[in-house]
């Protein structure tokens, strides 16, 4: 066989072999689908126009899509047979949303590239675009995961942590998925935008962890503000804003929160008022860096994408979110 037929039939033989252990990359779709970002973007642009936590809603899908058996879409499965949807889950149900977004993100990439971008791959192009329109940084968007057939409830429950969850328990939840502490403290600072419900947080304005008292670590006027918000016995869905200065900006005003014991979530504030804990330095960094926050934020986000993905043959791509092919 001569050296050129050779060549071509090792070629051929690379060729063939199976992508299961292809990488994401940021230029997957750069021939079979080099819009696909302008038309999410796009998708995106008109929904903020009547829902401006729409940003913080589509972070948060992608987030807990990658905490569940990784990032391939199983958030967005509803039930059917042999599917028990995630999204019927605790840290779930009634609180995760825009999944009507994700729905006509996936209509609008199929009307242009059909059977060619996963439901997983949309939430990471999503997530991307919703921050800089937010006033955020970019990041290369690294793509190429499928979508999975199958969803995990128990692992949603066990695996994503609540608003009430120990600095400890959720350094753990982030150790679990090959996440370290630098990427817990930037990944909570997309807290820096959207809402909350009084549910989420008013344990800590009248009987923290039992003791009758509020949490001591609440900044006083703040506390009172928040009393008012979400009087006792009040309605535990009224919203209020993660991020009291800048609610619908994508900033670092999140971590000057939490310096000045402001922080909306138990989770937040136990960043910066857990004695000794090694986050206390990370969150006064981010605090006086914006940039700073944004590189960490953005390499985070890329981390945390790459958790478990399928690729090459392994899944589908959806043709629907919402279920199987």
């Known amino acids: 066989m001569s050296s050129f037929l050779l060549k071509l039939a090792i070629m051929s033989a690379i060729l063939l072999l199976p992508r299961s252990n292809a990488q994401l990359s940021s230029t997957f779709y750069a021939t079979?689908?080099?819009?696909?970002?302008?038309v999410v973007r796009g998708v995106i642009e008109q929904a903020a126009?009547?829902?401006?936590?729409?940003?913080?809603?589509?972070?948060?899908?992608?987030?807990?899509?990658?905490?569940?058996?990784g990032c391939d879409g199983s958030i967005l499965l509803d039930n059917a047979d042999g599917i028990d949807s995630e999204k019927e889950a605790g840290p779930n149900k009634d609180s995760v949303d825009g999944f009507p977004?994700?729905?006509?993100?996936?209509?609008?990439?199929?009307?242009?590239?059909?059977?060619?971008?996963?439901?997983?791959?949309?939430?990471?192009?999503?997530?991307?675009?919703?921050?800089?329109?937010g006033g955020g940084q970019t990041w290369e968007v690294q793509l190429?995961?499928?979508?999975?057939?199958?969803?995990?409830?128990?692992?949603?429950?066990?695996?994503?942590?609540?608003?009430?969850?120990?600095?400890?328990?959720?350094?753990?939840n982030f150790s679990n998925v090959g996440l370290d502490t630098t990427d817990l403290v930037a990944l909570s600072g997309a807290h820096t935008f959207g809402r909350a419900r009084c549910r989420s947080f008013s344990p800590r304005l009248y009987d923290f962890k039992s003791t009758g008292n509020p949490d001591p670590s609440i900044d006083a006027t703040y506390l009172e503000t928040l009393r008012q918000t979400c009087p006792q016995g009040?309605?535990?869905?009224?919203?209020t804003n993660l991020d009291?200065?800048?609610?619908?900006?994508?900033?670092?005003?999140?971590?000057?929160?939490?310096?000045n014991n402001k922080g909306l979530l138990q989770t937040d504030q136990e960043l910066f008022s857990t004695t000794g804990a090694d986050t206390i330095e990370i969150v006064n960094r981010f605090a006086s860096s914006q940039c700073g926050f944004f590189d960490s934020f953005g390499?985070?986000?890329?981390?945390?994408?790459?958790?478990?993905?399928?690729?090459?043959?392994?899944g589908e791509i959806r043709s629907n979110c919402k279920r199987v092919n």
Do not use: W
């Open 234 to 239: 009040g309605n535990e869905d009224t919203l």
């Open 101 to 133: 977004v994700v729905d006509d993100i996936k209509t609008a990439v199929e009307n242009v590239c059909p059977g060619v971008v996963s439901c997983a791959d949309i939430l990471a192009i999503a997530s991307q675009i919703s921050v800089s329109l």
């Open 32 to 38: 079979t689908c080099p819009n696909v970002s302008a």
């Open 144 to 172: 190429g995961r499928r979508d999975g057939r199958t969803a995990n409830r128990a692992g949603a429950d066990s695996n994503l942590p609540s608003p009430f969850t120990t600095l400890e328990e959720i350094k753990g």
């Open 49 to 69: 126009q009547n829902d401006v936590r729409i940003g913080a809603k589509l972070i948060r899908l992608h987030f807990h899509d990658c905490f569940v058996d």
């Open 244 to 259: 009291q200065a800048s609610a619908n900006d994508f900033d670092n005003n999140y971590f000057t929160n939490l310096q």
């Open 299 to 314: 390499q985070s986000m890329i981390k945390m994408g790459n958790i478990s993905p399928l690729t090459g043959s392994n």
